[in-house]
Each structure stands twice: as structure tokens, then as C-alpha cells.
């Protein structure tokens, strides 16, 4: 089925949440690099001639060029016209998709559209409500919220991002994923369902509306069988979470598995889990520790890490790829699924990551774009078997996410509050958008050590001949 906006092709599958105003928002398609530079070093550069300074001057001058990035960007996300939107939008009064209950805001009336970060801010602190599902007015977000930077944003971004991405320390890592992860595990339960995998599922055809379940025991079966699991082998899986695919791959496939997470309840639970599953512990464990401290040996036939590279960091990346290698055999295998981010950003794109790094994710500051990712792997000693960009999928996840989360409103609320409710309702909804529209993504990744003596030959595919 297919539906028409504005002369748009709008297709209705059966496997996601379709959108209703695919709508583009402004972005670098009408940024100037350029510009932005020019002013940030000419700035300091105005300041000497005007005033009649020395040039002994400039280098003191420079840190001037802070206000001023922040401040063309700042004016960049709010006079900037979107580029190539071919959408019409509903064009309704701000208060038909949202009330405002605190009299501060009350400049946001009719069509003055509220900045995203203050619309979500105050709607956690209970200052503002919504008219109806936050997923169905989100997707109509063009229409009553701006995307432009606001302090609060700068502020987060100077004084928190950055420290934390310079920083990447044992104790920052493991008090960010405890305090994250070690919540409670009905808490993340009340979304992830009985399965408590926090990665991407896989949809088997987009014309079936498959359940949460289905989709992650699609993505179970797929890594085993494209890392090719043999009876006997040991397999480390690195930021195991709950324990899933470690418990999986031990039963069906019969490898030696071993996953390691910071969380205290996750290694408990995981640990849980191998019973339920009928493996024996001596098969199978789940470890708590640091990714730095995995022993570098025995080696293992296949390694694998599901989102869990991201909280590594992008000063450590490469360092972290460089330790894989050293634990992997010679002829073992690397699956790598890893959130990203893509090159052609719009606002909304940043705006939302620094939601995420704020109040989901924090310090999961290596989400990068594919070209990164694929340089790190290769400056490290890998060559690229295959990728997959799995992004379409991650949406059809996180809405079955969401749509569970909804159902589990009075639970969540009683134990944890309306604020941790209202937060991870507004992640789900705004992910699931986010990721059907190519904001963020995720890549599956497939790779080994760029070896002469590696047998490339037993890794060709049917694949390739799969018109």
C-alpha cells in the first residue's frame, strides 16, 4: 500500500512504523564550513586592526573563537531553511499537539514553535503535557518544535561531552554503566521483554509484522551463523549485557562462550540465564570486568561486540580494536555491530545525540559515522569481510520497545517515577524516527586479521549471487 504527501510516495510496510511527514530539516546541506572558520579565526583577527593591536596579540585572541562557533551554529539551527523538503506538514497551532502548564513558556502559543531540548526538558519536569501518543506527535515535530542549539546544550556539551570523551577511565566507564545498567532489571525488562537483548533485532521481510521476540532470535541466529560457530570453539562476546547470545551460541551452535559486562545485575542475570538454557557452566559464564582486563589469552575463534564499542570511546577506538586483534586467532572472525551516525547531518541529528549522551547513553561518544569506523579497523589490522546497514531494523525494534514500554506505564511509574518514565518514552518514540529516517544507523560489520595466510576462500558467500 502506498500513500501520497505533498506528491510524496509514502509505502505502508507491515514491518515498521511508517512515517506520516517524512519531512527534511536543515542541515549541512546549507552549511558553510567555510564561513564558520573564517569568522572563528578572522574574529580575533577584526579585534587587532580594529583596536590597533600587535599580532603578538592573536594567539591570546583565539579562545575568542569558542562564543563565536557556538554562536554561528547556534544562528546556523535557527535561520536555516531545510533542504529539499518535498513534505507538507499539517500546519496546526502548537497547542493542538501539546499543553503547556507553566507560564514561563507561554511565548509558545499557535505557530511559535518551541526549541526540541526545552519542549523535552520541561515535559520531563512535568511542565509540560501531551496531546495524545508521544510517538504520533513526534512524528509531527516540524510542525510545533524548532531545532535549534540552545545554553542548555552548550552548557551540557562544554562541560560534560567533552570532559567525558577526553576522559574514558575505568571509574568513569564503570560508574556511567552501573549507574545506567544496574537500575533495576525491570526496568529495562518493561521494554526489552523476555528476550533482554538492548541491540537491534533483525526483520525477516518487510511485509510481515513479526513480534520483538522473532526479530531478535533472527539476529541470534544470523551472527552465529555469519561468524560460522563450530563446536568447540571459543567465543568472547565483549559488553555481553544480559547474557543472551551468550547462552544462545553455547546451546545451538556448542561453542565455549564467554561475555563480559561492567554490570553487576547483568552478570548475575546472564549467569541466570545459561541455566535456563541448559549449558552447563563449565560451557558457558558471563564475567564482570573492565574490556581491559580480558586476558589475552587463549585466543578466541570469534569475538563478537554488540553496541557495545560506542561506550569505548573515540580516543580509545583504535586501542581497543588493536586488543581485539591480539585475542583473536589467526583464523578467527570479528562481528562488529556498532551504532552510527550519518555524514550528511541535520540539526535534529546533533540535538538528539546530545539527548541521548545526556539522559541514555553516556559517554557512547564512538557512534561515528561508517567511513570512520571502517578506517579504524583497517589502521588496526582488520580486513572488512562484510557490512550491513541495519538501521530500518533498529526502527522496527525500538517501536515494538516502545509500544511495550506504554503497556508497562503504571509499573514504571510506581517504582521509578513519571520523570525515568517520560524519558525513556521520549527516547523510544524519538529513536524510532531517528533511526527509520537515517539520522543514526547501525552497522554490522564482519571482519579478520589482513593476514596473506588467511583462507579467504571459505568465506565466500551465496550472497553475492542473490539477485
Known sequence: M???????????????????????????????SYTLFG???????????????????????????????????????????????????PGRKIEEYIIIQDSSLAIYSNRNKIPMELFFENYFDGKI?????????????????????TMGQFKFF????????????????????????????????????????????????QNKCETLEEMQDNKLKLVCERMRMKEGERHLDIGCGWGTLVAYAAKHYGVDSTGITLGRNQTQFGNNRIKEF????????????????????????KITCLEMAEHVGVRLFTTFLEQVRDMLEDDGLFFLQIAGLRRTWQYEDFIWGLFMAKYIFPGA????????????????????????????HYSGTIWRWYQNWL?????????YGKRWYRIWEIFLAWSTIISRQGSATCYQIVAHKNLNAFDRAELISKKLLSF
Open 39 to 89: 569568522i572563528v579565526l578572522g574574529g580575533p583577527l577584526f579585534l587587532i586592526i580594529y583596536f590597533r593591536l600587535s599580532l603578538l596579540f592573536y594567539p591570546f585572541l583565539l579562545p575568542l573563537g569558542l562564543p563565536i562557533f557556538a554562536g554561528y551554529f547556534y544562528l546556523s539551527s535557527k535561520y536555516s531553511t531545510p533542504y529539499n523538503n518535498k513534505v507538507q506538514l
Open 407 to 415: 503497556k508497562n506505564k503504571d509499573t514504571i511509574t510506581a517504582k
Open 365 to 392: 561518544d564512538a557512534s561515528c559515522p561508517l567511513g570512520w569506523v571502517i578506517d579504524k579497523l583497517e589502521v588496526s589490522g582488520f580486513e572488512i569481510q562484510s557490512v550491513d546497514t541495519i538501521g530500518v
Open 158 to 205: 562544554l562541560t560534560q561531552w567533552i570532559p567525558e570523551t577526553l576522559v574514558h577511565s575505568k571509574k568513569q566507564d564503570e560508574e556511567q554503566v552501573r549507574d545506567h545498567y544496574d537500575r533495576g532489571d525491570d526496568f529495562y525488562a518493561a521494554f526489552l521483554g523476555p528476550r533482554m537483548v538492548y541491540t537491534s533485532g533483525i526483520i525477516s521481510d
Open 278 to 301: 541448559g549449558v552447563d557452566g563449565q560451557q558457558a559464564r558471563i564475567k564482570c570486568m573492565d574490556y581491559r582486563d580480558i586476558p589475552r589469552s587463549p585466543k578466541y575463534h
Open 2 to 32: 502506498t500513500s501520497e504527501t505533498s506528491g510524496l510516495k509514502l509505502k505502508n510496510w507491515a514491518a515498521i512504523k511508517n512515517p506520516p511527514y517524512p519531512a527534511e530539516g536543515a542541515g549541512n546541506q546549507t552549511f558553510s
Open 129 to 149: 503535557d501531551l496531546r495524545g501518543d508521544a510517538l504520533e506527535i513526534l512524528e509531527s515535530r516540524h510542525d510545533w518544535a524548532s531545532f535549534e542549539f
